[in-house]
């Protein structure tokens, strides 16, 4: 069994920077493709960022390329998403999920993930 636990959000202004993590417990939770997903009120569900499991490899949505960074630390068994100039569109509740199915490769749809954590607000003002 692996858990997930995100941490990190808050209110910032738009422009701003925030960094969200995801720590991880399960023994094999760092063998794992991970990845950030987020929901917006009334909105489904949405692909942010990917990773695969050793951190050499990273996909983004089109929508925060440029400015979102993902990155993990398999020895402290946490996940990172750096967000730099926020816009109040990035408002939503952001997810961090693993899939133990796969670890090679990064994978944007959400069923490919089996488990998820309890999500962090993230709220960017205008």
């Known amino acids: 069994q692996v858990h997930l636990v995100e941490s990190g959000g808050g209110l910032v202004q738009a422009g701003g920077s925030l960094r969200v993590s995801c720590a991880t417990s399960?023994?094999?939770?760092?063998?794992?493709?991970m990845g950030w997903f987020r929901q917006a009120p009334g909105k489904e569900r949405d692909f942010v960022a990917a990773?695969?499991?050793?951190?050499?490899?990273?996909v983004y949505a089109d929508s925060v390329k440029g400015r979102f960074t993902i990155s993990r630390d398999n020895a402290k068994s946490t996940l990172y998403l750096q967000m730099n100039s926020l816009k109040p569109e990035d408002t939503a509740v952001y997810y961090c999920?693993?899939?133990?199915?796969?670890?090679?490769?990064?994978?944007?749809?959400?069923?490919?993930?089996?488990?998820w954590g309890q999500g962090t607000q993230v709220t960017v003002s205008s």
């Open positions: 999920a693993a899939t133990s199915s796969y670890r090679s490769g990064t994978y944007p749809h959400s069923y490919v993930y089996d488990y």
């Open positions: 399960g023994r094999t939770s760092s063998t794992y493709a």
């Open positions: 990773i695969n499991w050793s951190g050499s490899s990273t």
